[in-house]
């Protein structure tokens, strides 16, 4: 039972160079969402995917992309990395709405921008 | 702008003692409250959660309690063992345009279970 996968788990990256961090559910959930964690932090939500074909803007969505093609997979793109998205990133997916369930997370990606 | 605080970083208890982890929000339209438990290298997951039509949910060790009127959240865990040692995250939602969309979650308190 795979859940969430992510993939890499880390990565570097020098300033500038782009990448995609892979997520992947076999949950079939509808919602899935990206999430950082800076040292010491919270989760901060940079978007969210409530549908295939449809994604919105959490609280931190500069310098991301994201697009949702297919209900598996909610692939999060960085265009121009910069020194301060050094972080964990955290893909997660839930259910529908109307079962008020939890979201199940990935082992998050460690990225760190040189 | 915080929507979701938890106000202490850390907490240390004894083995076999109550913990109690606290969270505050600031928005009186949140309707669902939940708790993740975090392992280093991890990601987190789910403990408990509780629904804005009650004030205490309870599963094994862990309750939680509700007081909508002080917008206060806390989680206690009964006995406290070792393995409950982790970073505790309070996150809370509500209804959107899509039904339940957005989870937001605190600060993390880092919780260790002193033997």
């Known amino acids: 039972n795979a859940g969430v996968t992510q993939t890499p788990k880390f990565r570097i990256l020098k300033i500038g160079q782009s990448m995609t961090l892979q997520c992947t559910q076999d949950?079939?959930?509808?919602?899935m969402y990206w999430y950082r964690q800076d040292p010491g932090m919270g989760l901060k939500l940079i978007y969210y995917?409530?549908?295939?074909?449809?994604?919105d803007k959490g609280e931190v969505p500069n310098g991301y992309n994201v697009s949702r093609s297919t209900t598996e997979d909610f692939p999060l793109r960085l265009e121009l990395a910069a020194p301060s998205q050094t972080s964990v990133y955290f893909c997660?997916?839930?259910?529908?709405?109307?079962?008020?369930?939890?979201?199940?997370f990935g082992q998050g990606t460690r990225l760190t921008v040189v | 702008d915080q929507q979701v605080k938890q106000n202490s970083p850390s907490l240390s208890v004894q083995e076999g003692r109550i913990s109690i982890l606290n969270c505050d929000y600031t928005?009186?339209?949140?309707?669902?409250f939940l708790w993740y438990k975090k392992y280093p290298a991890e990601g987190p997951t789910f403990l408990i959660s509780?629904?804005?039509?009650?004030d205490k949910n309870e599963d094994g060790r862990f309750t939680v309690f509700l007081n909508k009127s002080a917008k206060h959240l806390s989680l206690h865990i009964v006995p406290s063992q070792p393995g409950d040692s982790a970073v505790y995250f309070c996150?809370?939602?509500?209804?959107?345009?899509?039904?339940?969309?957005?989870?937001?979650f605190g600060t993390g308190t880092r919780l260790t279970i002193i033997p």
């Open positions: 997660a997916s839930s259910p529908t709405a109307r079962e008020k369930s939890e979201a199940f």
């Open positions: 949950m079939n959930h509808n919602y």
């Open positions: 995917s409530v549908g295939a074909g449809i994604t």
């Open positions: 928005n009186s339209m949140f309707d669902y």
């Open positions: 509780i629904s804005s039509i009650k």
């Open positions: 996150a809370v939602t509500q209804g959107g345009r899509f039904g339940n969309e957005k989870l937001t």
